[in-house]
Structure formats: structure tokens, C-alpha cells
């Protein structure tokens, strides 16, 4: 019903920066939240960054101050500017977002992930 396409993923050395995107289409009603997750390798998946439809964000530790999210809502896209990028921000990157349908029916979709290296 609702299919997630991300973008902008790469090889960055330290330092750097990258911004990812995700577009929402399909037969959307409502998005009540929109986020990041990673997931290296060896490691369990962990949140990056959240967003709700009430405009509350929320970001790992290890991120704050480096990445900001952000939403387009007219268009169902879900930006992730990641600045001053870090080894250990390597990762694949999957975009999330919680969707009610117009039955009432929450579903959690996730998108194909995008590889995000960082490496001199």
C-alpha cells in the first residue's frame, strides 16, 4: 500500500557530509511518524532520528548536534542532513514510517536501505 524509495547515500570521508532522502507514495492517509534507522554490521538496528506528525523529533545520542531531520509533508518525504560524519556513522541506512490507514489500521513500513560509508 505504501512504498518507501531512499536516496542519497555514499562514500564520504570523515567530516563530511551527506543528506538522505525518503519519499512516501501509494495510498497514503495519515504518516503519524517518519525516521532513520541504521544498522552496521555485527549490530543491532538502532534508531537515528524520529519525527512525528505533531512535529516531536528525536535523536540518538551519538547523533545530536550532527544530524537534523526534517519533513516535506506535501510531498511524504523525510530528509536526514547528516554533517560532521564519523567512522562509526557507517551503516546502512533504512527509512521507517508508521502509517494509518483510512480504516484505522497501523502499519510500519521501511524502506530498501542506503549504504553510508565513512572512511579516509
Known amino acids: 500500500q505504501v512504498q518507501l524509495v531512499e536516496s542519497g547515500g555514499g562514500l564520504v570521508q570523515p567530516g563530511g557530509s551527506l543528506r538522505l532522502s525518503c519519499a512516501a507514495s501509494?495510498?497514503?492517509?495519515?504518516?503519524?511518524?517518519m525516521g532513520w534507522y541504521r544498522q552496521a554490521p555485527g549490530k543491532q538496528r538502532e534508531l537515528v532520528a524520529r519525527?512525528?506528525?505533531?512535529?516531536?523529533?528525536n535523536y540518538a545520542d551519538s547523533v545530536k548536534g550532527r544530524f537534523t531531520i526534517s519533513r516535506d509533508n506535501a510531498k511524504n518525504t523525510v530528509l536526514l542532513q547528516m554533517d560532521s560524519l564519523k567512522p562509526e556513522d557507517t551503516a546502512v541506512y533504512y527509512c521507517?514510517?508508521?502509517?494509518?490507514?483510512?480504516?484505522?489500521?497501523?502499519?510500519?513500513?521501511w524502506g530498501q536501505g542506503t549504504q553510508v560509508t565513512v572512511s579516509s
Open positions: 501509494g495510498s497514503i492517509f495519515i504518516i503519524s511518524a
Open positions: 521507517n514510517v508508521v502509517h494509518i490507514s483510512r480504516s484505522g489500521s497501523r502499519n510500519n513500513y
Open positions: 519525527s512525528t506528525s505533531g512535529g516531536n523529533t
